[in-house]
């Protein structure tokens, strides 16, 4: 009995001689001798564990079973997918998508050795600042600019500089918490500045500010609440009074912006944003904003303002800790030289484009997929075309929303078949992400560029009867 039970073993191929099959003489050409080596060990292991239980051995599936690991293996865990969650810079999805001519510099950039640091004029060492110093500078009306790794970064590296051991001035309605539990109070503590909150969360004065001064005063920091709202009995100090305020006591003022942004959204049908060029005009001696949110470029942190703050800032050893590396460098560059050509902006920047994309252009392309997607899932999906809004994301305009169009996904059963089906769609070779609300699975169009592949996409989607 024992005998039969472990005969299937018999045929069970060694790892050498394996190794040595025409098919996987292939792999190992392809992926290495070691990954390969390993693949086939543990096949070979998984192979034996089912023939104790008395499933049958064949070559052919054991070769096919190394492939899926090997495939599998080699695959980049960043993987490309299809956002159709209606949050156009949505965070865990990598926030902007970069243009086409920054892809292009990057690109370069990561092709061949670069003029990162060297000044070719005069044959010495250059700053990487000045790439696109001059560039910042133009677009916002600052003396001087700076960028480092992300705009955490930036006021991390503004307290640490103007702030360290001093009293940096807040309101409390303005002490805030941004993405993955970071909140300002610790990241003044981390940058060895003395929290000094002010006012209330609702109200904050003019007087308040000015109580507040002493010499032991490092700057006056101004959070722009992006990410929430306070509305009803409310009170706040304009950024040009508070530079007056600050000026007057010689203390600069640090305008955070957060997600920042070089253009008046309003053109776009979106409420208006302070730009970075109106915060240097009210008189912030430094303006801190992102780079990959609303300005739809690589992650990065700016700091512009007044030519002896940032040299300061520039001199500070944590700046080379959080500086960028030249792939950044070329992509920030390239989407900046975008904004000198504002007419055409939402026509080359994706997350413009994303953003000023016409409602009833999107319920056509909602029209034009709905059978395609119908095909797809078989008849246990009701699927429908249903206007939806849209979210700009990133803690930018977080109550404002776009009239958006997309596709409601209802499967028999709800609940847990709704789970099922959007799993479904994530084990797409290019997976396809979106929202489920009110038991069902919309997937807003918005942020759709490429409408062929997704079409490709649906020819792989597995699904009850489809």
Same mark, same amino acid.
């Given at each position: 009995m024992a005998e039969a039970a472990v005969s299937p073993l018999r045929h069970l191929p060694s790892v050498d001689r394996f190794l040595r099959h025409p098919d996987i003489l292939v792999l190992v050409e392809r992926y290495g001798r070691a990954e390969t080596t390993q693949a086939v060990r543990e096949t070979l292991a998984a192979v034996r564990e089912e023939a104790r239980s008395g499933v049958g051995i064949d070559e052919a599936m054991i070769t096919a079973s190394v492939l899926?690991?090997?495939a599998a293996r080699a695959g980049p865990r960043l993987r490309p997918l299809f956002n159709l969650t209606g949050t156009v810079l949505h965070t865990n999805l990598g926030r902007a998508i970069l243009a086409e001519e920054a892809i292009?510099?990057? &690109?370069?950039?990561?092709?061949?050795? @670069?003029?990162?640091e060297f000044d070719l004029a005069g044959g010495k060492r250059g700053e990487r600042?000045?790439?696109?110093? #001059?560039? @910042?500078? +133009?677009? &916002? =009306?600052? +003396?001087d600019a700076t960028l480092v790794n992300?705009?955490?970064?930036a006021v991390l590296l503004v307290l640490n500089t103007l702030s360290q051991d001093k009293e940096a001035i807040v309101s409390r309605g303005e002490l805030i918490e941004i993405g993955g539990a970071f909140r300002m109070p610790e990241i003044m503590a981390r940058a060895g500045a003395r929290l000094r909150e002010i006012g209330t969360t609702n109200r904050t004065h003019a007087r308040d500010y000015a109580d507040a001064l002493c010499p032991e005063t490092g700057l006056i920091l101004k959070v722009h609440t992006s990410n929430y709202r306070i509305e009803g009995? &409310? #009170?706040? @100090? =304009?950024?040009r009074d508070l530079?007056?305020?600050?000026?007057r006591h010689n203390v600069p003022l640090v305008n955070d912006l957060g997600s920042g942004t070089l253009v008046d959204l309003s053109r776009f049908g979106l409420r208006k944003e302070p730009t970075v060029r109106e915060a240097v005009e009210e008189g912030a001696d430094l303006v801190t904003f992102s780079g990959d949110k609303l300005l739809g470029g690589p992650q990065a942190g700016f700091i512009v303002g007044r030519k002896d703050l940032i040299a300061a800032i520039n001199r500070n050893p944590m700046k080379r800790a959080l500086r960028v590396d030249k792939v950044r460098l070329a992509a920030c560059e390239a989407t900046l030289k975008l904004y000198r050509d504002p007419d055409r902006l939402a026509h080359r920047l994706p997350t413009m484009r994303f953003l000023a994309r016409p409602a009833e252009e999107i319920r056509q392309q909602a029209e034009h997929l709905l059978p395609v997607l119908a095909d797809a899932l078989g008849g246990d999906v009701v699927a429908d075309v249903v206007p939806c809004r849209s979210q700009i994301g990133s803690g930018a305009l977080p109550l404002d &929303?776009?009239?958006?169009?997309?596709?409601?996904?209802?499967? +028999? =059963? =709800?609940g847990?078949?709704?789970? +099922?089906?959007?799993?479904?769609?994530?084990?797409?070779p290019q997976p396809v992400i979106g929202r489920v609300a009110e038991g069902a699975l919309v997937f807003d169009l918005r942020c759709l560029d490429d409408e062929a592949c997704f079409r490709q996409t649906l020819l792989s989607l597995r699904y009850g009867g489809s």
């Open positions: 899926s690991r090997l292009a510099a990057a &690109t370069d950039a990561m092709r061949q050795a @670069v003029s990162l600042d000045d790439h696109v110093r #001059a560039l @910042v500078c +133009e677009l &916002t =009306g600052a +003396e992300n705009n955490a970064a009995f &409310t #009170a706040e @100090v =304009g950024a530079a007056a305020i600050a000026h &929303t776009i009239a958006s169009f997309g596709l409601s996904l209802k499967p +028999e =059963g =709800g847990r078949a709704v789970e +099922e089906l959007s799993a479904a769609f994530r084990r797409l």
